[in-house]
């Protein structure tokens, strides 16, 4: 029963962050204009048989092309196990066009390079379109970027991100969080965008076969992918930390245990890496307990660990499942999996230790992470660092400003959002404009950016955003750690 109709809450989510990947520096497709109507549709907006009526809406994209890996993919042969076929299948005349195309429209001087060589020049564009999309993921994941729905269809030919569907940039650092409600299984958690689309670029290279044979795009995949996402990650990386001077090996352990401690204390990954700027270079005491505040200021409370450690699952579904564990292996591995229970389980225990824990207890156990693990280590690399230039003032001001250019202030958080949706839902597109203009300059601190205005109508929020409606006219600048409600925020 598609309609093919595209409405006014996920065009909003699309042209916002579209645009605010762009500003970012990362490749990706643009918004045009956001054009709505008075015409409905019906949907079901989580699945769980409560829909509504939503203004139909068009996003006008723009792109270089919208050519993806699953274009080449309609030439695909019947699969053994399914007999699934593509539409075009032994159309080889057809893909030849296509590809030919691509390269020669996109990729001009792999074309000029090899005009006399169409192995050797297939074999160019793929090494190339494994760069870029190694590249590319690299970048998301230094902004915590999850697009949510990373299949081949998802996958730009020129390496762009592509279709906003169910995104989320990340609040709590959390490396296995899954920012699509409807991805069940976290086949697209944040921790395998990499992986995901090393697999994507590998049904690529099926999908080139015979112009492209296997045996080549497959080693291209192994020895390039890789090792280009490792080295532009740490690159990226050091200029977060304001690593500017040296490239050392152990570059990439610190980034590991930054990581860790973020996780450890539920950390907010944009403003952990904001506030790195302000690290104490030298080892001053009161400086560094004044840093030690601001971090543990950034860290999830005791609310916050409750809501994400919630259960899930139903306590009899979870001992039935856990029973059939048991006595039907077989039958329990069809409609379930065992990494699925282990979370649960452990979202119990994580849940019933946090009833007894206090606010004045997380404080110092955060303050305890940070202070074992990051701040050391942090302030023995910088200081190898301090030792290798001349001018140390310099040094830390051409840091701070790499740092500052590298670490956006606002990205476009799930609450920011959904505050911009619910305002044009009522007819005022004013926030949606302030929150674009924000995103349009994401390294600036900018004044008078607030959540909503004090008047917003609270008619047709989300429930949980309504039953919060008090908190949300709390007024928090932008850049601020995200209120209570933003955690139970569903998008599918």
Known sequence: QADGRKVLRSSIREFLCSEAMFHLGIPTTRAGTCVTSDSKVVRDVFYDGNPKNERCTVVLRIASTFIRFGSFEI????DEYTGRKGPSVNRNDIRIQMLDYVISTFYPEIQEAHSDNSVQRNAAFFKEITKRTARLVAEWQCVGFCHGVLNTDNMSIVGLTIDYGPFGFMDRYDPEHVCNGSDNTGRYAYNKQPEVCKWNLGKLAEALVPELPLEISELILEEEYDAEFEKHY??????????????????????SELLETMHLTGGDFTNIFCLMSSFPVDSDPSKDEDFLEELTSQCASVEEL????????????????LMLAQSNPQLFALIGTKANINKELERIEQFSK????????????NKGHWKAGESKASQVRLQKEVESVGDADAWNADRVKVMNSNNPKYVLRNYIA????????NGDFSEVRNVLKLLEHPFQEAEGFREVKEDAEEEGATAPAAACAEETRSRLPYCSKPPLWASELCVT
Not at 235 to 254: A, C, H, N, P, V
Not at 306 to 321: E, G, H, N, T, Y
Not at 418 to 425: K, P, R, T, V
């Open 75 to 78: 030439f695909k042969p019947p």
């Open 306 to 321: 409750k809501v994400a450690f919630k259960p899930q699952m139903d306590p009899r579904q979870l001992s039935m499942m």
């Open 234 to 255: 740490l690159q990226k990386m050091r200029k977060k930390l304001g690593l500017i001077q040296l490239e050392l090996q152990e570059d990439s352990k610190l980034v």
């Open 418 to 425: 959904q505050n911009a949706i619910e305002a044009a839902e």
């Open 354 to 365: 946090l009833q007894q824990l206090t606010a004045a207890d997380l404080l110092s156990r």
